[in-house]
């Protein structure tokens, strides 16, 4: 059973994270953050033969708890919980507003702390994982994304302090993937 968290079109990662998951056999739990992204998403729940389609405002940690409640009295567990939520925005550091900082942070690093919260006891109940999505650029900064740098570097180590506070019953780990080719592109 997965729950991949943060798919925006049929070109993100996390889409393919949950075809994959699906192609593999698993079930998948799928969320869409708001409106406009639902359209978008549609598709794949009806391929991945989604039981569980459900929004997610992932700015309230209680939308959070009730989602895995969810899953919990749909499914009885969680195996694996993949973060794919992210906020890219080119933005210099003396144009940088307390609202930009916010809603950057809220969606990089906020999110992934709040849904491991809200996943840690179903997760270990069974022994599953967390796998956050992070950047390339967490480590290597990229010129004129200073927030988005941070905030993807706050996540690698929000992954490595998980990665031992719920071990040994939970894996957490990070995949940094560099530029992804659009098809536009």
């Known amino acids: 059973k997965a729950l991949v968290v943060g798919i925006a079109n049929e070109y993100s990662i996390a889409y393919g994270c949950a075809r994959a998951f699906h192609e593999a056999g698993a079930d998948v739990a ?44 749909e499914w009885g567990q969680l195996d694996i919980l993949v973060n794919c939520i992210g906020l890219n925005r080119e933005q210099l550091l003396l144009d940088v507003t307390e609202e930009a900082f916010d809603e950057v942070f ?35 900064p990229l010129k004129n994304y200073p927030l988005y740098c941070a905030a993807k570097a706050g996540l690698l180590g929000l992954t490595r302090a998980l990665a031992l506070e719920l071990a040994p019953e939970v894996r957490v780990n990070a995949v940094a993937p560099g530029p992804i080719a659009w098809p536009e592109n």
């Open 30 to 73: 799928i969320t869409y953050l708001n409106d406009k992204a639902k359209p978008h998403v549609e598709p794949l729940a009806k391929a991945v033969e989604s039981p569980l389609f459900l929004p997610l405002d992932v700015s309230k940690p209680g939308d959070m708890e009730a989602l895995f409640k969810r899953i919990k009295k």
């Open 106 to 140: 809220a969606m990089n690093l906020k999110a992934a702390m709040f849904l491991a919260q809200a996943a840690a006891a179903p997760l270990k109940a069974c022994r599953g994982a967390i796998v956050n999505i992070t950047d390339i650029h967490a480590e290597w």
